[in-house]
T-cell receptor
Framework: GAVVSQHPSRVICKSGTSVKIECRSLDFQATTMFWYRQFPKQSLMLMATSNEGSKATYEQGVEKDKFLINHASLTLSTLTVTSAHPEDSSFYIC????????????????FGPGTRLTVL | QQQVKQSPQSLIVQKGGISIINCAYENTAFDYFPWYQQFPGKGPALLIAIRPDVSEKKEGRFTISFNKSAKQFSLHIMDSQPGDSATYFCAASIGGGSTLGRLYFGRGTQLTVWP
């Protein structure tokens, strides 16, 4: 259980175009989904947190008009990179959290397989 | 400011040996400490996690040791295998509140297990 999928797994696009990445929780409902960016041999950088039916909360320094996040349902969140440029090339990873019932502490996050974006 | 500090950055262990990765944190509000394993080109996979009401948790060859007073926790991989070669990330989060379960990651440890 607790499977998160992403589509596409890799995408190559021309500079100036927009790219949409989908993140789905396949066997559970996720109230909260997270979007990360990861550069080679580096840690995960949180870009934004999204809750179903509400606007995403972006981390400092992340352009919300460039990285559009839509959390349309409890199983689907999308990240759209608008007017992509070569510097947006990166590995984008989403995660979805499951609320831990009956115990204190943070929710367990399960990660998708990631999307490799290359902007030419 | 790095909320969770992880060491070492890289680790080379012989097959059958013990791999130890350490993490430290400052924020005493953290109450959930997961470890993730990531292979190249893949997303992180939850390996094992601990909450501060216990000092140790073991799952197969993987053990988390947690020292609340020292604000440190570590991952021990017993009988390390070449298939364990991956990048390992420790993380911490705060349940509920405005942080919405946000994970704070360490910088990662690249583990190489030699056959």
């Amino acid at each position: 259980g607790a499977v998160v999928s992403q589509h596409p797994s890799r995408v190559i696009c021309k500079s100036g175009t927009s790219v949409k990445i989908e993140c789905r929780s396949l066997d559970f409902q996720a109230t909260t989904m997270f979007w990360y960016r990861q550069f080679p041999k580096q840690s995960l950088m949180l870009m934004a947190t999204s809750n179903e039916g509400s606007k995403a909360t972006y981390e400092q320094g992340v352009e919300k008009d460039k990285f559009l996040i839509n959390h349309a349902s409890l199983t689907l969140s999308t990240l759209t990179v608008t007017s992509a440029h070569p510097e947006d090339s990166s590995f984008y990873i989403c995660s979805a959290s499951i609320v831990q019932k009956g115990s204190y502490g943070g929710d367990t996050q399960y990660f998708g397989p990631g999307t490799r974006l290359t902007v030419l | 400011q790095q909320q969770v500090k992880q060491s070492p950055q890289s680790l080379i262990v012989q097959k059958g040996g013990i791999s130890i990765i350490n993490c430290a944190y400052e924020n005493t509000a953290f109450d959930y400490f997961p470890w993730y394993q990531q292979f190249p080109g893949k997303g992180p996979a939850l390996l094992i996690a601990i909450r501060p009401d216990v000092s140790e948790k073991k799952e197969g060859r993987f053990t988390i040791s947690f020292n609340k007073s020292a604000k440190q926790f570590s991952l021990h991989i017993m009988d390390s295998q070449p298939g364990d070669s991956a990048t390992y990330f420790c993380a911490a989060s705060i349940g509920g509140g405005s942080t919405l379960g946000r994970l704070y990651f360490g910088r990662g440890t690249q583990l190489t297990v030699w056959p």
